[in-house]
């Protein structure tokens, strides 16, 4: 919310309305007719609206007769309220009908936050007092007080302000009239009276002043005696001025000029800078408060979420099927592996998606995601892919090898992740022995299947450059499954790290791991979310032959049915 509050704040919205009325101080109020109007009131200075019926009948299109719908203006109401947190006296008109209709107005307006009502001696349905007004009926003075008493009566908020207007200026019925109205309205139970009119000097409005002599506050329409200087006002004890129709004719003289240049000479070139900036719009509109809301409200990650896809590989034992392609384009059940990952990324709303490629870039299809290209590619290894695209992506970001398939909920679980840094091991695979496989990992404990809900951190990942003896010297507990989720100030520490190993001269043949255990080494708890199955890697054509089956059991049923093959829960190799 904005700067300029007023000092009392913290008071209802009825409750400031009725400060305002009852204090010695001139106040004023702001025409609005609608929720950005209302916002614009309130950054201007203004202590309360005034919901004028000319004003919100205008924004609509139609007449001020009573063409728009009570529940219509209401709705309108509603959105003022939200936007600004001013007190908003509504332009009742008659009270669209008769007592009745005055004590459901009340009640509504209450459960909507409005702070009162102002309600005018004509007949429903009224027109403006500036068409014709000396030709408008006015109401039956005692029914009229009849509909004050009805409204006083319903209100459940003791603050709530019932303000009585007299036509009988407007409608030519003299002074007198306008000063016995005035008081049968007042001991109706009116909390104010606003008095009518449409002279050019205020002489008639300073009478009815001097007579009224302070028995209750006095709000008045300067609309056509807007020369009048304010001081004179405030010499004559009114209570609250309403500037009433301003705002929305400011609005129509500025969209006329507009329209009819843009429609003129066929270019925004000359209005562009006249006009507000779309930033400002969104600024009225708060969007700022909407991305926080999103980064609290949204599971971690979610809306900014961001993905580096390493897809620079060619894939050792897999040259027989990528000659004209990369890895990551190899079709599996129907499709290709990439877009099996896009699309699981896409569920889980990481849609900010950046795909290292290198071998056969050219193959890769770029629908929903953005390529960079790590030239290098066949002198390198993942870090130098990685580097290419880590200071592309902002927010939270997963780091995702491109060869894999995985159930939802892996990811799911991975960017719910609060950690700066997570990854997913799998601890079903701890055959050390198989000295092809890498990315095996240790942890500070094994998985307990969720047993005991401890917090396990990594302790290293095995990497290509290893020997095969070291690793078996002590069984893993499991495998990184090549999944690693960078969370908040995590991407800045991982991006210091990276630049460290980038200054070694054997940066070029690094990997994914020697990243992991760097950042472990910097000092990083890396937080280990275990599976147990339920995802593949592609690492050669036996993988890429059973790698069908298991995307077929992610697929939808109706793309399935009859096509599954057997179990899905296996595990990479
Ligand atoms: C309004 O703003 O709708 C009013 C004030 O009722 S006036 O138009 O001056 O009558
Ligand atoms: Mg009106």
Redesign the pocket.
């Known amino acids: 919310m904005n700067a300029r509050e007023p000092a009392f704040v913290c008071a209802s919205r009825s409750a400031r309305l009725r400060q305002m009325l009852v204090s010695n101080e001139l106040e004023f109020m702001m025409?609005a007719h609608n929720g950005l109007s209302a916002r614009i009131v309130r950054e201007a200075g203004f202590k309360a609206i005034?919901g004028?019926?000319?004003?919100?009948?205008a924004q609509f299109g139609v007449r001020?007769n009573n063409e728009a719908s009570w529940t219509q203006v209401v709705d309108t109401l509603e959105f003022m309220a939200d936007a600004s947190d001013l007190p908003i006296l509504l332009?009742g008109?008659t009270g669209y009908g008769n007592f009745n209709n005055v004590r459901r107005l009340v009640r509504k307006l209450e459960q909507r936050g409005i702070a009162g009502v102002?309600i005018?001696d004509k007949q429903f349905p009224k027109t403006?007092?500036?068409i014709n007004g000396e030709a408008q009926p006015l109401a039956d003075m005692d029914e009229f007080c009849g509909k004050i008493k009805a409204g006083k009566d319903s209100q459940s908020d003791e603050n709530f302000s019932i303000v009585a207007?007299v036509e009988a200026l407007i409608a030519g019925w003299g002074m007198d009239e306008a000063l016995r109205r005035a008081e049968a309205y007042r001991q109706a139970g009116a909390d104010a009276i606003l008095i009518?009119s449409k002279l050019s000097r205020p002489d008639e409005i300073l009478e009815f002043a001097r007579e009224w002599a302070g028995r209750g506050p006095l709000v008045i329409?300067p609309?056509?005696y807007y020369s009048t200087p304010t001081e004179v006002f405030r010499e004559a004890g009114i209570s609250t001025v309403?500037w009433?129709?301003h705002l929305i004719r400011a609005s129509t003289s500025a969209m006329q000029a507009v329209a009819k240049e843009i429609h003129a000479s066929e270019t925004l070139v000359n209005v562009e800078d006249s006009i507000a900036a779309v930033n400002e719009i969104f600024r009225l509109q708060d969007a700022d408060e909407y991305s926080e809301a999103e980064d609290r409200y949204l599971s971690s990650g979610r809306a900014a979420g961001a993905a580096v896809v390493l897809a620079a590989s060619r894939g050792k034992g897999l040259e027989a099927v990528t000659e004209d392609r990369p890895k990551v384009m190899l079709p599996i059940a129907g499709k290709p592996l990439l877009r099996w990952l896009v699309d699981a990324f896409k569920k889980q709303s990481v849609n900010d998606i950046t795909v290292v490629g290198g071998y056969r870039a050219d193959a890769i299809d770029t629908a929903g995601i953005k390529l960079v290209v790590n030239e290098r590619h066949a002198q390198t290894g993942e870090l130098a892919s990685l580097a290419c695209a880590v200071d592309r992506v902002a927010g939270d970001t997963v780091i995702s090898y491109g060869d894999l398939l995985f159930r939802s909920y892996i990811l799911r679980d991975l960017v719910e992740s609060e950690a700066a840094f997570s990854v997913v091991v799998d601890s079903s695979l701890t055959d050390a022995e198989n000295a092809s496989v890498r990315d095996f990992a240790w942890c500070s404990a094994a998985d307990d299947r969720g047993l005991f809900g401890n917090k396990v951190t990594l302790r290293h990942v095995s990497s290509g450059q290893e020997a095969a003896s070291a690793i078996a010297s002590q069984t893993p507990h499991g495998r990184w499954v090549g999944l690693l989720n960078v969370r908040g100030e995590g991407r800045g520490r991982l991006q210091a790290v990276l630049s460290k190993l980038q200054a070694r001269p054997d940066f070029d043949s690094l990997d994914m791991p020697a990243l992991l255990n760097a950042l472990i080494e910097a000092g990083e708890a890396i937080e280990v979310q275990y599976v147990h199955g339920h995802w593949r890697g592609v690492n050669d054509l036996e993988d890429f032959r059973r790698a069908g089956d298991f995307a077929h059991a992610q697929a939808p049923f109706a793309a399935t049915v009859g096509n599954q093959t057997g179990t899905a829960s296996g595990a990479a190799q």
Not at 52 to 57: E, F, H, M, P
């Open positions: 025409e005034w004028s019926g000319l004003a919100i009948s001020d332009d008109d102002c005018e403006n007092s500036f207007r009518h329409v609309t056509k309403i009433a129709n």
